[in-house]
């Protein structure tokens, strides 16, 4: 419409210009950086064959090679084991030390291909020292050969040494079984927390290798026992008997 034969025209939108970035340079931007919350806006992810390496509702983590990130909220719908190649409209969040990436005004997800692969991801050996010196980052790790200890100041693993690491329970961390007296485990995890500047890890999984040691299979457990995948999500027993992976039974991790 027109005033005094003016006319208006339309507003037109900002052009939003997006840099790319890869898994690798997410993870050296936040290094240093654990106080406070920064955010990069307006990235373009690009992915060339990204392993999920744990993946619980909102909470996604990602690897390729060395290098792990979490996705927070994206959108992307995957499990662990899905390979993600393309690219991601979104912004990158420094969380206290942890690279996340998040929405921003302009996401979009559709440019990514999920490549379901049925392959089961493998842990990286570590220390706890590797963990509280933040290394590993939101990726996939397993501590081996400790026992499980609660005091006032919440839940740890502890070495031969008597090193301590602790736990922490925030998605995606689980509980630790509650009848960890005297028994051996490896444990699992991501270590995606950090704490006064140590790394935490949020375990996953718990496999006790005390009495006997080693995994069972599947078939050997008792019938009524409830079965769930890596994830915390329950499995009936039909398809955990006919399809690959690792599951948890009675607190212990399980191999099919």
Request: hydrophobic share 35%.
């Amino acid at each position: 419409y027109s005033i005094n034969g003016a006319t208006d025209k339309p507003q037109e939108k900002p052009v939003v210009t997006f840099a790319d970035i890869t898994i690798a340079e997410a993870a050296a931007w936040v290094v240093g950086k654990t106080s406070g919350i920064v955010y990069d806006n307006n990235k373009r992810l690009v992915l060339q064959r990204a392993e999920v390496v744990y993946s619980n509702g909102g909470a996604v983590f990602v690897r390729e090679g060395e290098n792990a990130v979490e996705f927070y909220n994206l959108g992307v719908t995957c499990s662990s084991g899905d390979v993600l190649s393309g690219e991601i409209r979104c912004s990158l969040e420094n969380y206290y030390g942890i690279a996340e990436f998040i929405k921003c005004d302009s996401t979009d997800v559709t440019t990514v291909t999920v490549t379901k692969t049925g392959n089961v991801p493998v842990p990286v050996e570590v220390t706890m020292d590797d963990v509280k010196s933040l290394k590993h980052l939101c990726n996939l790790v397993v501590v081996k050969n400790v026992t499980v200890a609660v005091d006032t100041l919440g839940t740890f693993i502890k070495d031969t040494a008597g090193n301590k690491l602790q736990l922490r329970t925030r998605t995606p961390g689980i509980e630790a079984p509650q009848d960890f007296a005297g028994k051996t485990y490896d444990v699992t995890g991501i270590p995606a927390y950090i704490y006064k500047g140590e790394g935490q890890l949020c375990a996953i999984a718990f496999t006790d290798i005390g009495e006997g040691g080693g995994v069972a299979d599947i078939t050997n457990d008792a019938k009524t026992s409830l079965i769930y995948d890596l994830q915390g999500r329950r499995v009936d027993r039909a398809t955990a008997n006919t399809r690959c992976g690792i599951y948890i039974i009675n607190g212990k991790k399980v191999v099919r």
